[in-house]
């Protein structure tokens, strides 16, 4: 079996009132943060990069959960991004 990984973002507000978009990968099997990211505007071709960054070379995990009806950001270009 494979390892379980999810993807999600959660946000946080700056001093300034801005908001900050954190990108996480998490590892269930250890409860670990495998990979962290932080944008003001996340879109889908940053959000693909950060698989790219998270996972370099032949390092991708067999499953990737993630909530893609909610999130808008998860498009096809992430998608592609996951598959390959």
Known sequence: MGTLLSVDFFTVPTVLFKVLFVFVVMAHHRRRVVHVNVTETPT?????????????????????????????????????????
Do not use: K, M, N
């Open 44 to 84: 889908a071709q940053w959000t693909a990069q950060q698989l790219v960054e998270a996972f370099p070379w032949d390092t991708a995990p067999r499953y990737l959960l993630r909530d893609r009806d909610r999130d808008a950001v998860y498009r096809a270009v992430f998608s592609s991004q996951v598959r390959s």
